[in-house]
């Protein structure tokens, strides 16, 4: 049974940069796509970005300036990348597969909270 | 791009049938069939239970349908049961390997 669970850490001050990790277990993080998905206390769920197990990515056009995703398949895992983060940026953050390639995310990790605080 | 526009909330009685309305534009929800509906508990992930407007993965209940018309896709819990209460929220992909949510839905069952 495929899992995925989000690490990183939970604080961190203005400016900084937030990184987190995702690790696949119980399956290959190949011929998949791979998306961040966050959700801010109170608001809606919103679409960071994807990566493909080759490298391939994308991201919200609205995130695009500050956001870098990567995937190391030797260790089954893949990464965000978010830069000069805000009080805006406190959210629970989720992993997600879509292992289907049509933009539907069957599988999520269970969430970490980040939050961004002076 | 502008996230899907879903109602804040809906309420029905046990057994009842309600219906969860998630308005796009034809750049989304009107031109491609790729609309997904999650069902999510406070403090648990997102669970997929409609994809592609229609279809739903092995092990959810039948009682949750979708449809779509124009750049309107709906969710329809029927047979409303005490666990069905959380929280609704729709996807659609968005062209240019996007995607957008909308801003969630609280079903509660009176």
């Known amino acids: 049974q495929v899992q995925l669970q989000e690490s990183g850490p939970g604080l961190l001050k203005p400016s900084e940069t937030l990184s987190l990790t995702c690790s696949v277990s119980g399956g290959s993080i190949g011929g998949s796509q791979w998306s961040w998905i966050r959700q801010s206390t109170g608001k809606g769920l919103e679409w960071i970005g994807y990566?493909?197990?080759?490298?391939?990515?994308n991201y919200n056009p609205s995130l695009r300036s500050r956001v870098t995703m990567s995937v190391d398949t030797s260790k089954n895992q893949f990464s965000l990348n978010l830069s000069s983060v805000t009080a805006a940026d406190t959210a629970v953050y989720y992993c997600?597969?879509?292992?289907?390639?049509?933009?539907?995310?069957?599988?999520w990790g269970r969430g970490t909270l980040v939050t961004v605080s002076s | 791009q502008s996230a899907l526009t879903q109602p804040a909330s809906v309420s029905g009685s046990p057994g009842q049938s309600i219906t969860i309305s998630c308005t796009g534009t034809s750049s989304d929800i009107g031109t491609y069939n790729l609309v997904s509906w999650y069902q999510k508990h406070p403090g648990t992930a997102p669970k997929l239970i409609i994809f592609?407007?229609?279809k739903r993965p092995s092990g959810v209940s039948n009682r949750f349908s979708g449809s779509k018309s124009g750049n309107t896709a709906s969710l329809t819990v029927s047979g409303l049961q005490p666990e069905d209460e959380a929280h609704y929220y729709c996807s659609s992909y968005a062209g240019s390997s996007t995607v957008l949510f909308g801003g969630g839905t609280k079903l509660t069952v009176l």
């Open positions: 997600a597969r879509d292992s289907s390639h049509y933009w539907k995310f069957d599988l």
């Open positions: 592609e407007f229609t």
């Open positions: 990566i493909h197990h080759s490298g391939g990515s």
